[in-house]
């Protein structure tokens, strides 16, 4: 397991935005595939996007058009830009990564052995 970092959390109105951060160290961890999730008190937790390490990336639908995700490899950094936010969207999000050569996107939870240890979002009507 590799340590996740998230940051970037916070308060922000109903239509407002936020930007996301998840830095890992790539000289000890070489992610394939890299996503964001995110949970409510008494709630799973709930897939909101991925990337793979070759680029392609995809979205939960409720996401589509709102959010993106993108990762800076110098940077070592993963990131999840979210415009148009909605009180529905107020969730702790948590990164995940995993090593395995067979990731794929929208791959299950299970499938990440890293994960971060959360920040929260809350959007305010």
């Known amino acids: 397991q590799v340590q996740l970092m998230e940051s970037g959390g916070g308060k922000v109105q109903s239509g407002g935005s936020l930007s996301l951060s998840c830095v890992y160290d790539?000289?000890?961890?070489?992610?394939?595939?890299l996503a964001w999730y995110r949970q409510t008190p008494g709630n799973q937790r709930e897939f909101v996007a991925d990337?793979?390490?070759?680029?392609?990336?995809n979205y939960a639908n409720f996401v589509k058009g709102r959010f993106t995700v993108s990762r800076d490899r110098a940077k070592s950094t993963l990131y999840l830009q979210m415009n148009g936010l909605k009180p529905k969207d107020t969730a702790v999000y948590y990164c995940?990564?995993?090593?395995?050569?067979?990731?794929?996107?929208?791959?299950?939870?299970?499938?990440?052995?890293?994960w971060g240890q959360g920040t929260q979002v809350t959007v305010s009507s």
């Open positions: 995940a990564a995993t090593q395995s050569p067979l990731a794929y996107l929208g791959g299950p939870a299970a499938n990440f052995d890293s």
């Open positions: 790539e000289t000890i961890f070489t992610p394939y595939r």
């Open positions: 990337i793979m390490s070759d680029g392609p990336r």
